[in-house]
């Protein structure tokens, strides 16, 4: 490959760093496209010179190679180059969505000004007549320093409103007292994963998980009291919560715990019970329910979707619901498994339970 770099390049700290030199020029990364040696060697001495660095391409295809491999603030293109010739140069330095500007200067033979106005529409920032004198591309260069430094700060300001909005996407999607995700992002994820599954014969389970006397709870402690126990419940669920797991508040005192790919389905059913029996051992004093255990406990329902499955993402829901129900009407504290959750054998035949009174 016809390249080299400049034998002139400023020593010292490294190239294109923004750095000022003891004339107060900023040094820059500059590439020099010429296929022409006499129109080549002024510039590189006149740029290394004014404190930049050069990089040097005898011709189109180079000047891009180096192009690409980013990291150049300025190119001096002759508009006649072997290879890819200025005005394909411009087009693909413009079309390239890069991180940094690159300002493109021109040059061309005093004889050909129809070029400088061909480059100008094509991409170029501005254009030097060869042969060129130094004040000619001081000014150029000082010119692109600015540009650079304004499409600098643009970049800086644009990260940071990406990270910003990132942010916010993230926090319209966690609930603000339990950190877990919230209604919106369970939607968002309930309906993916049922789509996928659908579309690849996956199976999902989905638990659904209530307080137990969640109101005696705020009576006795205070809803303050009640609000860190959602909290607590929350993060225990968390814990247990297994990678490809998610866990959502539902709403009030609700939570539900989304499990993509799971297989068997009674992994389901054993997962619902991993988390309440991890609540029941976080031992978090509720003295005012009126039966044992006197703690906070958790009752769940546990359905799924298996591949043929005739259920809508809504029956999936209502099938867990309807379960919980029960778990509640039998006792609480107990998890209990829809009929959508077959393979369950011993653990969970509906109406008994995975119970463990404490
Ligand atoms: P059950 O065992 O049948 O579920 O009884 P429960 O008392 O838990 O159920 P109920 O639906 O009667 O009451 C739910 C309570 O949850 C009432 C409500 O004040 C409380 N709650 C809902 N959201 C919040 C919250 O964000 N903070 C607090 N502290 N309490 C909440
Ligand atoms: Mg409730
Ligand atoms: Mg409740």
Redo the contacts with the bound molecule.
């Keep these: 490959m016809n390249v080299k770099g400049s034998s002139t390049v400023a020593t010292g700290d490294e190239p294109g760093d923004g750095r000022r030199d003891r004339r107060g020029v900023g040094r820059m990364r500059i590439l020099i496209a010429d296929g022409d040696v006499t129109g080549r060697l002024p510039l590189e001495a006149l740029v290394s010179d004014l404190g930049h660095s050069c990089l040097v391409a005898h011709d189109g295809d180079t000047a891009w190679t180096l192009l690409a491999g980013g990291g150049v603030d300025v190119v001096l293109m002759d508009w006649d180059m072997p290879g890819l010739n200025g005005r394909e140069l411009c087009r693909r330095v413009r079309n390239e969505p890069g991180d940094r500007y690159v300002y493109i200067v021109l040059t061309t033979e005093l004889d050909h000004p129809e070029h400088i106005l061909e480059g100008l529409g094509a991409g170029a920032d501005n254009y030097l007549i060869k042969p060129v004198d130094p004040f000619s591309v001081q000014t150029r260069l000082v010119a692109a320093e600015r540009v650079a430094a304004v499409h600098g700060a643009l970049a800086v300001t644009q990260a940071e409103l990406e990270r910003a909005n990132l942010e916010l996407l993230e926090q319209s999607r966690t609930d603000g007292?339990t950190g877990l995700g919230n209604r919106r992002r369970m939607e968002e994820d309930l309906n993916r994963t049922h789509a996928r599954a659908v579309r690849v014969g996956r199976t999902y389970g989905v638990a659904l998980f209530?307080?137990?006397?969640?109101?005696?709870?705020?009576d006795h402690y205070g809803?303050?009291?009640?609000?860190e126990?959602?909290r607590r419940v929350a993060a225990t669920i968390d814990v247990v919560v297994r990678a490809g797991e998610c866990a959502y508040r539902y709403?009030?005192?609700e939570f539900l715990l989304l499990m993509p790919d799971c297989r068997p389905t009674d992994s389901i059913f054993i997962t619902g019970e991993r988390i309440r029996q991890a609540v029941l051992d976080a031992s978090i004093r509720h003295v005012a329910r009126p039966s044992d255990p006197p703690l906070v406990t958790l009752?769940g329902g546990v359905s799924c979707w298996t591949p043929g499955s005739p259920l809508s993402l809504l029956e999936v829901l209502e099938q867990a619901d309807e379960a919980l129900f029960d778990a509640?009407s039998d006792g609480?504290n107990r998890v209990y498994a829809a009929p959508s959750v077959d393979g369950c054998g011993d653990l969970a035949p509906r109406g008994a339970v995975g119970v463990a009174l404490k």
């Design positions: 007292l209530d307080i137990d006397y969640f109101k005696l709870y705020n809803h303050v009291g009640g609000d126990t959602l709403g009030g005192e009752s509640k609480r």
